[in-house]
């Protein structure tokens, strides 16, 4: 995983790739705007992180540029500016994410996972949390090596949950990934499977937690 | 002031005029006439005596009028200092016997024996005449005669000018005076007002106490207390605000003197555990002291004073409830606290800043969070209730004491032994915002008298207008 810092407060950048490569990733720092520009025109990255405030050439132009060039790489805004306007700017112009300095260290290094995690969708390497594994090209998914019994639509449910773990789901979004099978589901189908996966889910160091009127969401828990 | 037409001086004087100039001018149509009464009636008996002496000259020979006016009695007769005097002596057929043709006569001729005065034109100027009506009874004539005696007017006239002099000269005087009076004590009136102009131009901008209203007209009394309320309620507001600036000193220095300490004292250790225990609570100030400055901007921007206008709009508040709500969540399932959504109806709108009802609502949600204990509950509900909305955030913390609630939104004030590490200002800028909207914000029990329960009303569109 290669991930380009675009930072110019030296002590922050310094921290940051530090910590970065601490996780092991392999990271790569520019200090300027122009500096970015060039450098994520190749679309070596996985992820670039990017401050918004930059010398040269603005954060919001870089990430405008690389996606004018067709560029996917996964962008997270870093800003000081906490007017929400420019965060909405921010996201509307191509970024996947954002986060407001200062920021703790831990936060970033989950959004990080998930966005590159959202990063390999379409590649099919295998989601795992806990002691669960999910391969989205076999559709199925494991405990430890155990195979689990489930069935399309509790697949289906379990996909968005492991696409999106640690993160709320609410039931129009599982809805929408399972409407490619059928007929109207209702509040209560939904909550049945559910139900069923977390059965079915028991003693795999993942439980899928509701959170009332928001939605589900799925998390490797410990002990208990 | 004297050159401003709103000046009192000018004002008072202007209404003074135009009450004393109508009365002046109807004091002269007056005394013109009064005086030409008077100069009639000193003149005109003279006039008669006159018309008498010339009847006096009338005799009747044959049936025939005739008068024998010797030149000396003629010339006595006609003779004035001032004025020219004209006569006229008609027989009872109406043919001029002597005289003055050209004498007009009276319009209402009088009675035999009696006489009348009146005013006509004799070649152009203006007389004053008197005809007597002889009688000839006794005579060889029938009828009576005609004896008019006209005077040109110089000397009534005169007369007149002399006597509306003496009446006018002291109305006038008295409107000149009156205007010199309304002068002077305006000036004296205002005297006061001058000195207190005085006393401001030379305070100090430091000095807010009170004006001395000793010695004030009671006119201005009004303006004295007035100002003076102002300026308590602007020493009461300075007051604040350097309490304000005073707690946010302390509370930033607080902090930064603690990750300095912790910064120098781990440069220092060798023992690793120990470097360890120091980053840790370098950390910790330094979460604080980011959460302080964010709230402290979040403040600045939501403050009346702060300029920033409010970007009015129609705003469903179940999805913005929802989406706050799902901001807290990573914050939530660390403190194993429930945290969950209500919606009585699907779409509930109001009319307000999406920004600022987000800021409002977060603080909200922020604040339980941090003073529930794990394992507890926050619910938040979006609710309509007749013409209102209602934001209502629920937790089973260990709740606010009633004599409690009204100060918790006051800055930097904290419940005594408060857990968690909130910076007192959350509430605050809760506050601000909901006054910025004319909404209203209540403080009470929970459910089963547990916990605290705060709820926001905020108008609809509808009636917000």
Not at chain 1, 210 to 224: I, S
Not at chain 2, 100 to 107: D, F, I, M, R
Not at chain 2, 148 to 172: C, F, G, H, S, Y
Request: aromatic share 4%; hydrophobic share 45%.
């Amino acid at each position: 995983m290669r991930i380009l810092i675009v930072e110019d407060d030296p002590t922050l950048a310094d921290g940051l790739t530090r910590s970065l490569q601490q996780s092991g990733y392999a990271v790569d720092c520019a200090v300027n705007g122009e500096q970015a520009s060039s450098m994520l025109r190749d679309g070596v990255y996985d992820l670039a992180i990017l401050d918004l405030g930059l010398p040269r050439l603005d954060g919001i132009e870089v990430l405008r540029r690389l996606r004018q060039q067709g560029g996917r790489t996964p962008v997270l805004i870093l800003t000081a500016r906490d007017a929400v306007e420019s965060r909405v700017q921010g996201l509307d112009m191509g970024a996947d994410d954002y986060m407001i300095k200062p920021f703790s260290l831990i936060e970033l290094e989950a959004r990080i996972r998930a966005l590159i995690r959202r990063g390999q969708l379409g590649s099919n390497i295998p989601l795992s949390c806990g002691r669960l594994t999910f391969d989205p090209s076999a559709r199925r998914a494991y405990i430890e090596n155990r195979a689990l019994e489930l069935s399309a639509r509790e697949i289906g449910v379990l996909e968005v949950l492991m696409l999106r773990q640690g993160k709320v789901v609410n039931k129009e979004q599982i809805m929408e990934a399972l409407c490619n099978w059928d007929e109207d589901l209702g509040d209560n189908a939904i909550e049945v499977y559910i139900h069923r996966l977390r059965k079915k889910l028991e003693c795999s160091g993942v439980r899928i937690r509701t959170l009332r009127g928001l939605g589900y969401l799925l998390e490797a828990h410990h002990g208990e | 002031m004297a050159n401003d037409s709103r000046s009192l001086r000018r004002q008072l004087l202007l209404w003074l005029l135009a009450l004393l100039v109508p009365l002046l001018l109807a004091g002269a149509v007056g005394s013109y006439l009064l005086a030409n009464h008077f100069s009639n009636l000193a003149y005109d008996r003279s006039l008669f005596r006159a018309a008498l002496a010339l009847a006096d000259q009338v005799e009747v020979l044959q049936g025939r009028v005739v008068v024998d006016l010797p030149q000396k009695a003629l010339d006595l007769l006609e003779y004035d200092k001032d004025d020219w005097i004209y006569y006229r002596i008609t027989d009872p057929q109406g043919i001029t016997v002597a005289g003055e043709t050209g004498l007009a006569l009276p319009s209402h001729p009088p009675k035999p024996g009696g006489h009348v005065y009146y005013d006509t034109q004799l070649a152009g100027k203006s007389v004053r005449a008197v005809a007597f009506a002889l009688p000839l009874e006794g005579t060889s004539a029938r009828g009576q005669a005609l004896v008019q005696v006209a005077e040109t007017r110089a000397k009534r006239d005169l007369l007149a000018e002399e006597i509306i002099l003496a009446m006018m000269l002291p109305q006038l005087l008295i409107v000149l005076l009156a205007g010199a009076l309304v002068h002077f004590g305006v000036s004296r009136g205002l005297a006061p007002l001058e000195r207190l102009r005085q006393a401001f131009a030379q305070r100090s901008h430091r000095d807010l106490s009170a004006v001395p209203c000793e010695g004030a007209p009671r006119e201005v009394l009004p303006l004295l207390h007035a100002m003076n309320d102002l300026m308590q309620r602007l020493r009461e507001s300075i007051a604040q605000q350097q309490r304000f600036i005073a707690d946010a000193s302390h509370q930033m220095r607080t902090p930064l003197a603690g990750l300095q300490t912790q910064a120098e004292m781990a440069l220092r250790e060798n023992d690793p555990a120990r470097i360890q225990h120091a980053l840790e609570r370098i950390r910790a100030s330094t979460v604080r002291l980011s959460h302080l400055v964010s709230q402290l901007l979040a403040l600045a921007r939501v403050e009346p004073s702060s300029g920033k206008e409010i970007h009015w709009q129609t705003i469903d508040l179940v999805p913005l409830a929802r989406s706050v709500c799902m901001d807290h969540v990573a914050d939530a399932l660390a403190k194993q606290i429930d945290l969950g959504f209500e919606a009585t109806l699907p779409k509930i709108e109001v009319q307000g800043d999406p920004l600022m009802l987000r800021e409002m609502l977060a603080n909200l949600i922020d604040n339980a969070l941090r003073y529930t204990p794990a394992r507890g509950k926050v619910t938040v509900t979006v609710l309509q209730d007749n013409d209102q909305a209602m934001l209502a955030v629920e937790d089973t913390g260990s709740g606010i004491p009633p004599e409690e609630r009204t100060r918790i939104f006051e800055r930097f004030h904290r419940l005594a032994d408060s857990p968690g590490d909130g910076c007192g200002l959350g509430l605050a800028i809760v506050r601000e915002i909901v006054l910025a909207h004319q909404g209203e914000i209540t403080v009470e029990h929970g459910k089963e008298g547990r916990g605290t329960r705060m709820t926001i009303r905020l108008s609809l569109p509808a009636a917000a207008g």
